[in-house]
């Protein structure tokens, strides 16, 4: 298994942000040279402003550090026991920022860089590639994130004929299944329509009266707003997908014939009285535990999303898996275009990583990278890896952007959408908790704190296992 390095055994990683630093370090501690190449400084994108490795272009925060009940905080003390340089020179250059793990953005990158840089099996080229990586190389990641420089946009957008690659991408709220009041809310699909794929109940649907629709509208209008940075104003909507505060600009019923239309629903609570416009949430994860809003898109800043859109009925207590949001990105359509290790299917030479295979976020994008490193380094090697258990952070973002995601139930505009890591995407618990250790039963709250906390400790001892048995092979930092 490990033999004389040749060439071919080399791995190419093409951009050095998060995951195309993560991915390095993994592949080189695995003993597998690596070759980096990184366009900045010669040519930089419109968010970075150095020429560091794993520059953080806006916030400088990892989110929640809590690996007992919070999701990202899960994936950190993950990642960390899969020895990440990404978090190792985070926790090193951490600023105070509450529960979160918040880093000097400066020295963090120069912890990067200098690792990187100081690896003897690691090479760092300054270069940018500007169409396919050459047929010679045979083993490549391509991590260059959600800016990646046109020339390779292009190249990656013929190979894989999809004509859509980086827009404006409109992304719709995501709430959790279980915090929707189905006691206010059904399940019906509109004209109770079956196909394709769907069983003419698929959607969630949310009745709202005029005096409520009229006050939804108000409080839309006078939500505070996102404002687009200069640069992104050329970049045209996806699809002429439009917010839903633009729409109800436009006037004040122009929502209840759009996305809130009621015809063809009928409440099973209230028959003989129609809605007068309804809000409609369809299943977005295979597992049945997410639901995005449907035509939700929105430029509303985060605090008055959860405020307004919690007006809702039966949504009143709803917890948001990913809030809406409109900024220029470019990902992969991945779950079609990718197999479940990264790999392109029209050319398994070339492996994705990062934001765009549609994980969000530096930490995600991170440990894609790691995961992506880890099978490269299988496959110089010629062995095979197996994946992540699905219980895990890791296995849970990895199968929802190689396949966990499901196609849209009617056709139209493409459906998968960049995702932060959430206990949504875990597959559930056999036994849910009901008691406390004190045999009394979980009440409200307390269910769900004792949720997260058994699915992260599931995670947790099925990582350390599949370490264990799987990754034996790594580790000679
Ligand atoms: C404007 C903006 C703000 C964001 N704010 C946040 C935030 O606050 N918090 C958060 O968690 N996430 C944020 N994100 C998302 C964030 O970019 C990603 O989470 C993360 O940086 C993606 O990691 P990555 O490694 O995939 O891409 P990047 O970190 O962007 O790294 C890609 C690298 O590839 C290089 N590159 C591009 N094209 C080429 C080429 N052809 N050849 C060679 N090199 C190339 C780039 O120079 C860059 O170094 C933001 C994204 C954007 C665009």
């Known amino acids: 298994m490990t033999g004389t390095k040749s060439l071919t055994d080399t791995v190419h990683i093409v951009g050095a942000g998060l995951a195309g630093s993560e991915?390095?370090?993994?592949?080189?501690?695995?003993?597998?040279?690596?070759?980096?190449?990184?366009?900045?400084?010669?040519?930089?994108?419109?968010?970075?402003?150095?020429?560091?490795?794993?520059?953080?272009?806006?916030?400088?925060?990892?989110?929640?550090?809590?690996?007992?009940?919070?999701?990202?905080?899960?994936?950190?003390?993950?990642?960390?026991?899969?020895?990440?340089?990404?978090?190792?020179?985070?926790?090193?250059?951490?600023?105070?920022?509450?529960?979160?793990?918040?880093?000097?953005?400066?020295?963090?990158?120069?912890?990067?860089?200098?690792?990187?840089?100081?690896?003897?099996?690691?090479?760092?080229?300054?270069?940018?590639?500007?169409?396919?990586?050459?047929?010679?190389?045979?083993?490549?990641?391509?991590?260059?994130?959600?800016?990646?420089?046109?020339?390779?946009?292009?190249?990656?957008?013929?190979?894989?004929?999809?004509?859509?690659?980086?827009?404006?991408?409109?992304?719709?709220?995501?709430?959790?299944?279980?915090?929707?009041?189905?006691?206010?809310?059904?399940?019906?699909?509109?004209?109770?329509?079956?196909?394709?794929?769907?069983?003419?109940?698929?959607?969630?649907?949310?009745?709202?009266?005029?005096?409520?629709?009229?006050?939804?509208?108000?409080?839309?209008?006078?939500?505070?707003?996102?404002?687009?940075?200069?640069?992104?104003?050329?970049?045209?909507?996806?699809?002429?997908?439009?917010?839903?505060?633009?729409?109800?600009?436009?006037?004040?019923?122009?929502?209840?014939?759009?996305?809130?239309?009621?015809?063809?629903?009928?409440?099973?609570?209230?028959?003989?009285?129609?809605?007068?416009?309804?809000?409609?949430?369809?299943?977005?994860?295979?597992?049945?535990?997410?639901?995005?809003?449907?035509?939700?898109q929105t430029k509303l800043k985060y605090a008055a999303q959860q405020r307004v859109f919690r007006t809702i009925p039966g949504l009143e207590n709803a917890e948001f898996a990913r809030l809406g949001g409109l900024h220029r990105n470019t990902f992969l359509n991945s779950p079609k275009l990718l197999d479940s290790q990264l790999r392109l299917h029209a050319q398994p030479r070339l492996r994705f990583a990062g934001q765009m295979t549609g994980c969000e976020g530096y930490v995600e994008s991170a440990s894609i990278g790691l995961i992506a490193g880890l099978y490269a380094a299988a496959d110089a090697r010629s062995t095979s890896l197996a994946p992540p258990p699905a219980t895990t952070a890791l296995g849970s973002l990895l199968g929802h952007v190689t396949g966990g995601h499901i196609e849209m139930i009617e056709p139209g505009a493409r459906s998968f959408q960049p995702m932060n890591i959430n206990f949504g995407l875990f597959p559930p618990l056999a036994i849910p908790p009901s008691k406390k250790p004190d045999g009394t039963r979980l009440r409200g709250n307390e269910k769900t704190i004792a949720k997260k906390q058994a699915l992260s400790a599931r995670a947790l001892s099925d990582l350390d296992r599949w370490i264990a048995d799987s990754l034996n092979f790594a580790a000679a930092a």
């Open 23 to 296: 991915a390095a370090w993994q592949v080189a501690r695995s003993g597998i040279p690596v070759v980096v190449h990184e366009m900045r400084p010669i040519r930089t994108t419109e968010a970075h402003r150095t020429d560091g490795l794993a520059e953080l272009v806006c916030s400088n925060s990892f989110r929640s550090d809590d690996a007992a009940n919070n999701a990202v905080g899960l994936l950190h003390a993950e990642m960390r026991r899969l020895g990440s340089l990404i978090m190792s020179a985070a926790d090193t250059n951490q600023v105070p920022a509450g529960g979160a793990l918040a880093v000097d953005r400066d020295g963090f990158s120069a912890a990067v860089t200098k690792a990187l840089n100081d690896h003897p099996l690691i090479e760092i080229r300054r270069n940018e590639i500007d169409g396919l990586p050459p047929e010679q190389w045979r083993n490549v990641i391509i991590a260059t994130g959600p800016l990646t420089s046109p020339p390779l946009a292009d190249a990656i957008r013929q190979l894989t004929d999809e004509n859509a690659l980086a827009f404006f991408d409109a992304i719709a709220p995501i709430v959790h299944r279980d915090s929707i009041d189905m006691s206010v809310a059904w399940f019906q699909s509109r004209y109770d329509k079956v196909g394709p794929g769907g069983t003419g109940a698929d959607y969630i649907n949310c009745p709202m009266n005029k005096e409520q629709y009229d006050a939804f509208v108000d409080a839309l209008l006078s939500g505070e707003k996102t404002e687009f940075k200069e640069w992104e104003t050329n970049t045209p909507y996806f699809d002429g997908c439009l917010p839903i505060e633009v729409m109800a600009e436009r006037g004040r019923e122009t929502l209840r014939h759009g996305p809130m239309k009621p015809v063809g629903l009928t409440n099973p609570r209230d028959p003989a009285v129609k809605a007068y416009a309804v809000v409609q949430l369809r299943q977005d994860n295979k597992l049945g535990t997410l639901y995005n809003m449907v035509g939700f």
